[in-house]
């Protein structure tokens, strides 16, 4: 069965593209996950979306990564195939206010074109560890800022391999929702509209933001950022450290003392070790307040 599989992904991507048994904590900001049967890296949109369909096709189990900042990989590995949208799909294009970036772009990296360019309106992405597809899908904010602020226009992929565009109405971008993940959609490119303003005070934004950043999160420890959704009404983080929980462990995972709403891989966490923190941190804080904090961390 491997070797059916092979087969097939090496006849639609270049050989040199397709890895197996790659280590996933190599590739997610949490550093934690055991091996990956296949670990593929399509090079454009026309080669991802005939890879999806042969998979689906032979009903072959695959996963779509991105940068992996979102993500809690099992210590098992994965027993299928990692499609890897990264440098490889990761054009940038500025057209006077409109930026089209490929799904591997960082947000990150996005952000600072658009610093050179002198556009206004992406600071908030600036010091957001993910990647354009991700950030669609997850409708990634910080700072009062969201990618529906900015979206135009998302390209994607269905199961079927059919390449498509959904407008920002379309896209029904919400709090960390979009339909994306409803109809399994894969991102492709997103095309965004920002507004002309003035480089020193669209970086003084920039600079502002990443200070706090590195002044309340726990940066220096991998994590997947913020661990919980922000309950209606509620900060997750307020909730988890009036719980008395803030510094509490589970193996090698920690909720952080810094940001009570990150929990972070103090060194050796196991996936188990994550799992485990998050539901008992999610019941503790039910128990005792009866509100519900649901994982923003994809379990994969």
């Known amino acids: 069965m491997p070797e059916d599989i092979l087969n097939i992904i090496s006849s639609i991507v270049p050989k040199e593209n397709i890895k197996t048994k790659e280590l996933l904590k190599k590739h997610t900001t949490f550093r934690i996950g055991g091996y990956a049967d296949f670990f593929v890296s399509p090079e454009n949109n026309g080669q991802l ?151 020193e005070d669209i970086k003084a934004v920039m600079d502002d933001f990443s200070s706090r950043r590195r002044e309340k999160q726990p940066l220096e420890y991998p994590s997947a950022g913020s661990t919980f959704k922000r309950p209606t009404g509620y900060f997750a983080g307020k909730l988890i450290e009036d719980a008395g929980l803030k510094g509490y462990t589970v193996g090698g995972a920690k909720v952080s003392e810094k940001h009570s709403g990150f929990v972070i891989n103090t060194g050796n966490a196991t996936a188990e070790d994550v799992r485990s923190l998050i539901k008992y941190v999610s019941e503790e804080v039910y128990r005792q307040f009866g509100v519900v904090i649901e994982p923003e961390v994809k379990i994969l």
């Not at 799904?103 to 360019?117: D, Q, V, W």
């Open 49 to 199: 979306s005939k890879l999806v369909k042969a998979l689906n096709d032979n009903n072959i189990k695959y996963y779509i990564l991105g940068n992996g900042s979102n993500i809690l990989a099992p210590d098992e590995g994965y027993e299928g195939v990692i499609i890897y949208i990264g440098e490889n799909m990761s054009d940038i294009e500025v057209s006077g206010t409109k930026i089209v970036a490929g799904a591997g772009a960082l947000l990150s990296r996005t952000a600072k074109e658009a610093l050179k360019c002198s556009l206004a309106g992406m600071e908030f992405a600036a010091g957001i560890p993910g990647s354009i597809g991700g950030a669609v899908v997850m409708n990634a904010g910080a700072y009062g800022g969201e990618m529906r602020d900015i979206i135009v226009s998302a390209t994607v992929c269905d199961r079927n391999g059919n390449i498509f565009i959904l407008t920002n109405e379309e896209l029904e971008l919400s709090y960390r929702h979009s339909i994306i993940e409803e109809k399994e959609y894969i991102v492709l490119e997103c095309e965004i509209n920002l507004k002309k303003g003035k480089a």
